[in-house]
């Protein structure tokens, strides 16, 4: 049995610590060997090695040291050294904290310590740590303290944490909303100079052309060697002076630097003496992307750089990037703000300087105009009345849209003022109203003006004001189809309000708050015309404002929009006629032009000329074209929008159509594109008129597929010789169709006795015999299909053919493979056909055989000298149809040839393949006039696809 005092006893269990302590020579410390230690040591002992939680003991007068194994961890280099050594000198570094503290608990007080701050060294450098403790007295037999017991966990990690954290949460709420990038580097400087125990020194640049300039610092004087303002981005590693700040930038990735003094000198460490020994360089930015800029970070003299401090300044980093980011995006909206404020200023700077140079030759012009319409002695008659009051009409309202520019203008730059004068403003706005009256009665709308008199004179500009209502009543004109405009004015508090109420189309919610922004024109509402310059609310807007008023809207889609006008009242007593100026005359002749007027009789079609529709929305313009096209012996159709056109067009298809662009409703682009996906419209030429000028509107035009494109103002003679030559162009396009379908069908004839002799040689006994009479019946059914595609060519808008029952897309396909295999051989093509299910149509077989060939045929041609040169063919049923796919590796079709792919006769830019230009034509037109259609997706350098729907067969045919 071993001793009460053996060592091994006393010392039993504790791991690696009390293994420790049972092999230590304990004679030669302070406290003398095990076996003549007090049992109150023993004890303390004993429960600090068998507990899991850190703890030390401090014994005797020299405090001599015991620790277990959980504790070893918070010693660092110390331990094992630590064990049974007097506890000072050996934590000599911290026992000016430690002393008083030891004192306190040998006087007797137990003591407890939170996040209690302590700079050991214990990793070979003085170190920022922290420690949550408490110290107990340990009492000996004799009853005095002769022991300190300590229990320890080491809260450095959470501390820093939080402190960390903080500074995160700092440098997001400054940088939040930086308005330069400038600003973003000197807030985040700013908010790191608080938190300098993890930022000892820092260094914001950004680049700037091609340096990287200082935009802020942190702990060093501008004046430092180691804070260049500038340095160049090409700067090479002997030339830069501290910092590899372009290796950085360029890279966009971090550096860790090892050698700050010797770089930089003796640097601050924030609030301790040392200098920085590393420093972090961090890209501002991503590193896929072009970094903003560079930071320099000084690492604590007094902290490891471990993963956290990394993790931490990398948050830094990220945080001032994305104030880069957002302030770079704040400058560019200014920048966008500035520009459109600039663009705001200049157009309407130049158009008052245009309006002012077009007052004189206006007025030289409506001068004659109205002198010749007036004229009883050499009266004008007939057409050349017509003529000239349409250019007074004209000269009026260009003098309208003058002066409003001009009355902008003067807005603009300050320099109108309201001319106030006593005013009977319920007599004035009702005669404001009132003349549009004969406009409201001719449109089918109601007119209602309900303005009781006002208890007395208001002070108003009576132009202004009459520029207000007109603007409102027209407005509501222009998008009331029925129901009725209300136009009411009322004197409520102080205040007096005008309301303009329709029952019209209303406005979107969306563009409500734009409203009354100059040049803003609202999308996605009809009207009777989509004529206007944008600027009519905006200058209703500032002459309320100029009133000291405001102006608001209110509006349901679908139901109508009220438009409200309040002013500050400006009573006084009195009587006055104040009846509405001249200016009314010109807005009431514009919105009379906006109804369609009653079809002038035709003078009849002369031989040889074609019947043409007209559509363009301005009443004027349209009586003007029609009378053009009339004189040069047209049957002219007009209308007034492009959805009436083609509602037109599709009751009876006319030879050309003349479009405006810009319509209401169905705008000039969107009725070609209906044209064009109407079989028997779908050749129809059409020439688009549009008052855009310019190369870019002119492709725009041609390249969705338009004849021709009129740029306004054009000449008579101009638009008579496009609209012959659209015309001629197209009977030579019928020509050549109809001379294709008759020598489609005289080769039927030949083909038949072929048909007869190859059934005869295929029912011989010669094997030899059989074998070309069943080759000669396949090349005589190929030549069926591809008189079959011609006579469907030569047979543009024509019914759908009578259904030849169900036809099996597989075996064509197999046909049609068997019958291009020299072609897929010749360019070294491999064909697929796996995918092909064996779905029935109701396509003839030639017909599906003419599609399918064509669309091969095409890939083919396509695929020579192309490294991969694969076609794919897939069918599938879907619902009630069968969607049928060719898939090639090719050169691909550019986006420009894509919308014109399918027009007969078209070959894209740049195409080297020989053709005639027919075939993808012949398969629209084949597939439309049997209820299918096709599509086409393609990418440059990758490939395009063919996709064609047709309908399904009921019941299923066999092959042959």
Same mark, same amino acid.
């Given at each position: 049995?071993?001793?009460?005092?053996?060592?091994?006893?006393?010392?039993?269990?504790?791991?690696?610590?009390?293994?420790?302590?049972?092999?230590?020579?304990?004679?030669?410390?302070?406290?003398?060997?095990?076996?003549?230690?007090?049992?109150?040591?023993?004890?303390?002992?004993?429960?600090?090695?068998?507990?899991?939680?850190?703890?030390?003991?401090?014994?005797?007068?020299?405090?001599?040291?015991?620790?277990?194994?959980?504790?070893?961890?918070?010693?660092?280099?110390?331990?094992?050294?630590?064990?049974?050594?007097?506890?000072?000198?050996?934590?000599?570094?911290?026992?000016?904290?430690?002393?008083?503290?030891?004192?306190?608990?040998?006087?007797?007080?137990?003591?407890?310590?939170?996040?209690?701050?302590?700079?050991?060294?214990?990793?070979?450098?003085?170190?920022?740590?922290?420690?949550?403790?408490?110290?107990?007295?340990?009492?000996?037999?004799?009853?005095?303290?002769?022991?300190?017991?300590?229990?320890?966990?080491?809260?450095?990690?959470?501390?820093?944490?939080?402190?960390?954290?903080r500074a995160l949460k700092a440098l997001g709420e400054a940088c939040e909303n930086p308005p330069s990038t400038w600003e973003a580097c000197q807030r985040a400087a700013r908010v790191l100079e608080d938190y300098r125990h993890d930022v000892p020194f820092a260094l914001f640049y950004l680049r700037d052309g091609g340096i990287l300039r200082r935009a802020a610092l942190v702990g060093l004087e501008e004046t430092?060697?180691?804070?260049?303002?500038?340095?160049?981005?090409?700067?090479?590693?002997?030339?830069?002076?501290?910092?590899?700040?372009?290796?950085?930038?360029?890279?966009?990735?971090?550096?860790?630097?090892?050698?700050?003094?010797?770089?930089?000198?003796?640097?601050?460490?924030?609030?301790?003496?040392?200098?920085?020994?590393?420093?972090?360089?961090?890209?501002?930015?991503?590193?896929?992307?072009?970094?903003?800029?560079?930071?320099?970070?000084?690492?604590?003299?007094?902290?490891?750089?471990?993963?956290?401090?990394?993790?931490?300044?990398?948050?830094?980093?990220?945080?001032?990037?994305?104030?880069?980011?957002?302030?770079?995006?704040?400058?560019?909206?200014?920048?966008?703000?500035?520009?459109?404020?600039?663009?705001?200023?200049?157009?309407?700077?130049?158009?008052?300087?245009?309006?002012?140079?077009?007052?004189?030759?206006?007025?030289?012009?409506?001068?004659?105009?109205?002198?010749?319409?007036?004229?009883?002695?050499?009266?004008?008659?007939?057409?050349?009345?017509?003529?000239?009051?349409?250019?007074?009409?004209?000269?009026?309202?260009?003098?309208?849209?003058?002066?409003?520019?001009?009355?902008?203008?003067?807005?603009?730059?300050?320099?109108?003022?309201?001319? /106030?004068?006593?005013?009977?403003?319920?007599?004035?706005?009702?005669?404001?109203?009132?003349?549009?009256?004969?406009?409201?009665?001719?449109?089918?709308?109601?007119?209602?003006?309900?303005?009781?008199?006002?208890?007395?004179?208001?002070?108003?500009?009576?132009?202004?004001?009459?520029?207000?209502?007109?603007?409102?009543?027209?407005?509501?004109?222009?998008?009331?189809?029925?129901?009725?405009?209300?136009?009411? /004015?009322?004197?409520?508090?102080?205040?007096?309000?005008?309301?303009?109420?329709?029952?019209?189309?209303?406005?979107?919610?969306?563009?409500?708050?734009?409203?009354?922004?100059?040049?803003?024109?609202?999308?996605?509402?009809?009207?009777?015309?989509?004529?206007?310059?944008?600027?009519?609310?905006?200058?209703?807007?500032?002459?309320?404002?100029?009133?000291?008023?405001?102006?608001?809207?209110?509006?349901?889609?679908?139901?109508?929009?009220?438009?409200?006008?309040?002013?500050?009242?400006?009573?006084?007593?009195?009587?006055?006629?104040?009846?509405?100026?001249?200016?009314?005359?010109?807005?009431?002749?514009?919105?009379?032009?906006?109804?369609?007027?009653?079809?002038?009789?035709?003078?009849?079609?002369?031989?040889?000329?074609?019947?043409?529709?007209?559509?363009?929305?301005?009443?004027?313009?349209?009586?003007?074209?029609?009378?053009?096209?009339?004189?040069?012996?047209?049957?002219?159709?007009?209308?007034?929008?492009?959805?009436?056109?083609?509602?037109?067009?599709?009751?009876?298809?006319?030879?050309?159509?003349?479009?405006?662009?810009?319509?209401?409703?169905?705008?000039?682009?969107?009725?070609?594109?209906?044209?064009?996906?109407?079989?028997?419209?779908?050749?129809?030429?059409?020439?688009?008129?549009?008052?855009?000028?310019?190369?870019?509107?002119?492709?725009?035009?041609?390249?969705?597929?338009?004849s021709d494109y009129l740029v306004k103002p054009f000449s008579a003679r101009e638009l008579l010789a496009r609209v012959e030559g659209a015309l001629k162009t197209e009977r030579a396009r019928s020509d050549l169709d109809a001379f294709a379908g008759r020598i489609a069908h005289d080769l039927r004839n030949l083909l038949a006795p072929l048909s007869m002799l190859s059934e005869r040689i295929r029912d011989s006994?010669?094997?030899?015999?059989?074998?070309?009479?069943?080759?000669?019946?396949?090349?005589?059914?190929?030549?069926?299909?591809?008189?079959?595609?011609?006579?469907?060519?030569?047979?543009?808008?024509?019914?759908?053919?009578?259904?030849?029952?169900?036809?099996?897309?597989?075996?064509?396909?197999?046909?049609?493979?068997?019958?291009?295999?020299?072609?897929?051989?010749?360019?070294?093509?491999?064909?697929?056909?796996?995918?092909?299910?064996?779905?029935?149509?109701?396509?003839?077989?030639?017909?599906?055989?003419?599609?399918?060939?064509? /669309?091969?045929?095409?890939?083919?041609?396509?695929?020579?000298?192309?490294?991969?040169?694969?076609?794919?063919?897939?069918?599938?049923?879907?619902?009630?149809?069968?969607?049928?796919?060719?898939?090639?590796?090719?050169?691909?079709?550019?986006?420009?040839?894509?919308?014109?792919?399918?027009?007969?006769?078209?070959?894209?830019?740049?195409?080297?393949?020989?053709?005639?230009?027919?075939?993808?034509?012949?398969?629209?037109?084949?597939?439309?006039?049997?209820?299918?259609?096709?599509?086409?997706?393609?990418?440059?350098?990758?490939?395009?696809?063919?996709?064609?729907?047709?309908?399904?067969?009921?019941?299923?045919?066999?092959?042959?």
């Amino acid at each position: 049995m071993t001793s009460r005092t053996n060592p091994q006893e006393v010392l039993a269990g504790g791991g690696e610590m009390g293994a420790r302590m049972r092999a230590l020579d304990w004679s030669h410390t302070a406290v003398g060997p095990v076996e003549g230690w007090p049992q109150s040591l023993r004890t303390a002992v004993s429960i600090l090695l068998n507990s899991r939680f850190p703890m030390m003991i401090h014994w005797g007068k020299e405090l001599t040291q015991f620790y277990n194994d959980a504790y070893a961890p918070s010693l660092g280099s110390k331990h094992p050294g630590a064990l049974g050594q007097a506890a000072y000198p050996w934590w000599s570094e911290i026992w000016d904290v430690l002393e008083p503290m030891f004192e306190r608990v040998l006087a007797g007080e137990a003591t407890w310590y939170t996040d209690q701050l302590f700079l050991p060294n214990r990793h070979g450098f003085v170190e920022e740590a922290y420690f949550t403790l408490s110290h107990s007295p340990i009492r000996d037999e004799s009853g005095g303290i002769n022991g300190i017991f300590l229990a320890v966990t080491e809260t450095t990690a959470q501390v820093l944490g939080g402190r960390r954290l903080r500074a995160l949460k700092a440098l997001g709420e400054a940088c939040e909303n930086p308005p330069s990038t400038w600003e973003a580097c000197q807030r985040a400087a700013r908010v790191l100079e608080d938190y300098r125990h993890d930022v000892p020194f820092a260094l914001f640049y950004l680049r700037d052309g091609g340096i990287l300039r200082r935009a802020a610092l942190v702990g060093l004087e501008e004046t430092s060697p180691a804070a260049p303002e500038v340095v160049p981005e090409d700067a090479g590693s002997g030339t830069e002076p501290v910092w590899p700040l372009a290796l950085v930038a360029r890279s966009g990735e971090p550096l860790t630097l090892e050698d700050v003094e010797a770089r930089a000198g003796a640097l601050p460490g924030g609030p301790w003496p040392e200098t920085p020994r590393y420093a972090l360089v961090l890209p501002l930015g991503e590193a896929s992307e072009a970094s903003a800029g560079v930071l320099v970070v000084g690492i604590s003299p007094r902290r490891p750089l471990d993963a956290d401090y990394r993790s931490f300044l990398s948050l830094v980093a990220g945080q001032v990037t994305t104030a880069l980011a957002r302030a770079r995006r704040a400058e560019e909206e200014r920048r966008q703000a500035d520009a459109a404020a600039e663009l705001d200023r200049s157009k309407t700077a130049f158009f008052s300087n245009v309006s002012h140079e077009l007052r004189t030759p206006l007025t030289l012009l409506m001068g004659p105009l109205e002198d010749a319409l007036a004229d009883t002695a050499q009266s004008l008659t007939g057409t050349q009345r017509e003529r000239v009051d349409l250019a007074w009409r004209g000269a009026r309202r260009l003098l309208k849209l003058v002066g409003m520019v001009l009355d902008f203008s003067r807005m603009d730059a300050r320099r109108m003022h309201a001319a /106030l004068e006593p005013t009977d403003l319920s007599a004035l706005t009702a005669g404001c109203a009132s003349t549009f009256e004969a406009a409201f009665q001719k449109a089918g709308v109601r007119l209602v003006i309900d303005c009781p008199p006002l208890p007395g004179l208001m002070r108003v500009d009576r132009e202004a004001w009459e520029k207000i209502v007109l603007n409102l009543v027209s407005n509501a004109f222009k998008f009331t189809f029925a129901g009725e405009v209300r136009v009411s /004015l009322r004197w409520s508090e102080g205040r007096v309000e005008l309301a303009v109420a329709d029952t019209g189309t209303g406005i979107p919610e969306a563009e409500l708050p734009r409203l009354f922004e100059r040049f803003h024109r609202v999308k996605g509402t009809r009207g009777r015309s989509v004529e206007g310059s944008g600027i009519g609310l905006a200058l209703v807007r500032e002459l309320a404002r100029m009133h000291g008023g405001e102006v608001r809207a209110e509006s349901t889609p679908g139901q109508g929009s009220t438009f409200f006008v309040t002013l500050p009242a400006r009573l006084e007593p009195g009587e006055v006629s104040t009846p509405p100026g001249p200016l009314a005359r010109a807005f009431v002749q514009e919105a009379e032009g906006w109804l369609e007027s009653p079809p002038a009789p035709s003078s009849g079609p002369r031989a040889g000329l074609a019947h043409v529709l007209l559509a363009e929305d301005n009443a004027d313009m349209r009586a003007h074209l029609r009378r053009l096209l009339e004189e040069a012996g047209y049957t002219v159709e007009a209308v007034a929008d492009g959805q009436a056109a083609l509602e037109r067009a599709r009751a009876r298809p006319p030879e050309l159509v003349l479009s405006d662009v810009m319509m209401p409703g169905l705008d000039g682009f969107e009725l070609l594109r209906a044209l064009k996906d109407h079989a028997p419209t779908s050749h129809t030429p059409v020439i688009l008129l549009s008052a855009r000028a310019g190369q870019e509107a002119i492709v725009e035009g041609l390249a969705a597929g338009a004849s021709d494109y009129l740029v306004k103002p054009f000449s008579a003679r101009e638009l008579l010789a496009r609209v012959e030559g659209a015309l001629k162009t197209e009977r030579a396009r019928s020509d050549l169709d109809a001379f294709a379908g008759r020598i489609a069908h005289d080769l039927r004839n030949l083909l038949a006795p072929l048909s007869m002799l190859s059934e005869r040689i295929r029912d011989s006994s010669d094997e030899r015999a059989r074998w070309a009479g069943e080759r000669l019946e396949r090349i005589t059914r190929r030549a069926y299909n591809l008189l079959d595609g011609m006579l469907t060519f030569s047979q543009a808008g024509s019914a759908a053919k009578a259904s030849h029952g169900a036809v099996s897309v597989r075996a064509v396909a197999d046909d049609v493979a068997e019958d291009l295999s020299g072609a897929r051989t010749r360019v070294g093509a491999v064909l697929e056909l796996q995918d092909v299910e064996d779905v029935h149509v109701t396509l003839p077989r030639g017909l599906l055989y003419v599609v399918l060939a064509n /669309l091969l045929t095409n890939a083919f041609k396509f695929m020579e000298g192309r490294p991969e040169r694969r076609v794919e063919v897939t069918a599938r049923a879907e619902g009630a149809g069968c969607v049928l796919t060719v898939r090639d590796t090719g050169p691909g079709i550019s986006a420009a040839a894509l919308p014109r792919i399918f027009e007969p006769f078209y070959r894209a830019p740049g195409a080297t393949a020989s053709g005639h230009g027919i075939g993808l034509a012949t398969v629209r037109r084949i597939l439309k006039a049997h209820g299918g259609e096709v599509s086409v997706q393609s990418v440059v350098d990758q490939g395009t696809t063919f996709t064609v729907w047709m309908p399904r067969a009921t019941t299923a045919a066999t092959r042959g």
